[in-house]
């Protein structure tokens, strides 16, 4: 097997900062029922979670057509329950990575808790973890004395929080260093899997109906299956084949902050929902995530957004950290309308299977997503029903 990589090192591209949560069940989409309405107030907000460029592209005006028609009740549950089913079969896979404790990635089985602002967002957050329920997320509504107690360290701002949604069983992790550490397995002689980094690939080369290898910034290499992980790059990879594939950036940024006081920074995973910044304790450092931007393919810092993003989360936690070593980064989560990945075989070429589209989940589905294409290139039954995960 080789495994062929663009960049110098693994897990060097949206894998490399990303938030850290491992959210098995909190997969609602983004694409939901009251979402189109809160739209023009967020872009309107200099400071909102979302911003929206239009370009002179029609990938991007088709992947926002397909987000309004999944903006809908029944859409949105019927995405939520198959995530859920790919996302419980992701948390086995990794816990059992974790517990073998072949490498270090900072995991951490802290649970979750996600700040809730007003009295209606509590509300509608039981009728979805009543939803959930009956597809097996065990999750708690908490008030906001609940949630205090459950992480002292939001003391700062619990003059905005009106409760919570509590999830014992939700991790946390590193996801750069979980890359390292699978790579360096699979690169062991026990696995012989021949990793070429550095190595563009420019086409998938195609006869007969069937993938016979690819074309790399090396040269050839031919091969019977070809799996496509290249997140947003995988559009320009396979329009040629006659596919427009359904997936768009939404660009993200994440500060790394050192710990300078255990008792100010979470130990909890929390998500504040309201301004859409996730926090993560990874070891002694903490993890800070948020913004959707649908701006194109640039990964350039925006000076503002960075800045929203400081502001937010020294207002969250002002004594956790040192905030003269922010270690920003900014990537592109590989998004579909629906928010479902595309997972398995390429429709009309034998061999070619993808492996793509997780957006924010790509850490917490990625073990899943694995065990899916890998039964799939190997004829075996998939492990999960697999409707909607294909094109």
């Keep these: 097997?080789?495994?062929?990589?663009?960049?110098?090192?693994?897990?060097?591209?949206?894998?490399?900062?990303?938030?850290?949560?491992?959210?098995?069940?909190?997969?609602?989409?983004?694409?939901g029922p009251g979402?189109?309405?809160?739209?023009?107030?967020?872009l309107l907000d200099p400071d909102g979670p979302m911003r929206f460029r239009p370009r002179m592209d029609p990938g991007q005006w088709s992947w926002l057509l397909g987000f309004l028609r999944a903006c809908n009740a029944a859409t949105s549950e019927r995405t939520t329950r198959r995530l859920l089913r790919l996302a419980y079969l992701s948390r086995d896979l990794t816990r059992e990575v974790a517990a073998r404790r072949e490498f270090a990635f900072d995991f951490a089985p802290a649970g979750k808790l996600v700040l809730l602002p007003d009295a209606a967002a509590v509300e509608g957050a039981r009728r979805q973890v009543a939803l959930q329920a009956e597809w097996g997320s065990e999750q708690h509504v908490l008030g906001r004395d609940e949630c205090l107690a459950l992480e002292p360290a939001l003391a700062g701002i619990a003059h905005r929080v009106a409760g919570g949604v509590h999830t014992v069983s939700e991790d946390a992790g590193d996801c750069r260093l979980f890359c390292e550490g699978i790579a360096a397995t699979l690169a062991s002689s026990?696995?012989?899997?021949?990793?070429?980094?550095?190595?563009?690939?420019?086409?998938?080369?195609?006869?007969?109906?069937?993938?016979?290898?690819?074309?790399?910034?090396?040269?050839?290499?031919?091969?019977?299956?070809?799996?496509?992980?290249?997140?947003?790059?995988?559009?320009?990879?396979?329009?040629?084949?006659?596919?427009?594939?359904?997936?768009?950036?939404?660009?993200?940024?994440?500060?790394?902050?050192?710990?300078?006081?255990?008792?100010?920074?979470?130990?909890?995973?929390?998500?504040?929902?309201?301004?859409?910044?996730?926090?993560?304790?990874?070891?002694?450092?903490?993890?800070?995530?948020?913004?959707?931007?649908l701006v194109g393919h640039s990964r350039d810092f925006d000076e503002k957004r960075l800045s929203t993003l400081v502001r937010q989360a020294r207002a969250a936690f002002p004594g956790a950290a040192d905030w003269t070593e922010l270690h920003p980064w900014t990537g592109l989560r590989p998004v579909t309308p629906t928010g479902l990945?595309?997972?398995?075989?390429?429709?009309?070429?034998?061999?070619?299977?993808?492996?793509?589209?997780?957006?924010?989940?790509?850490?917490?589905?990625?073990?899943?997503?694995a065990a899916v294409v890998a039964a799939a290139i190997e004829g075996r039954p998939a492990p999960i029903p697999l409707d909607g995960f294909g094109l």
């Design 190 to 293: 026990n696995h012989a899997v021949d990793f070429r980094l550095g190595t563009r690939v420019t086409q998938v080369i195609r006869a007969e109906g069937r993938v016979r290898g690819v074309q790399t910034s090396g040269g050839v290499i031919e091969a019977d299956a070809v799996v496509v992980a290249l997140g947003t790059g995988a559009r320009a990879l396979l329009r040629p084949l006659g596919l427009r594939l359904p997936v768009y950036p939404l660009k993200g940024y994440s500060l790394t902050l050192p710990v300078t006081r255990d008792d100010a920074a979470p130990r909890i995973s929390v998500t504040d929902s309201a301004a859409k910044v996730v926090y993560a304790r990874l070891g002694d450092r903490l993890r800070v995530a948020g913004m959707a931007d």
């Design 341 to 369: 990945p595309l997972l398995g075989r390429f429709p009309g070429t034998d061999g070619l299977f993808l492996n793509l589209g997780q957006g924010g989940l790509g850490f917490t589905l990625a073990m899943g997503s």
């Design 35 to 42: 979402v189109i309405g809160k739209v023009p107030g967020w």
């Design 1 to 31: 097997m080789t495994v062929l990589d663009a960049e110098p090192e693994v897990g060097r591209g949206t894998s490399y900062a990303n938030g850290g949560q491992l959210s098995y069940s909190y997969v609602a989409p983004f694409a």
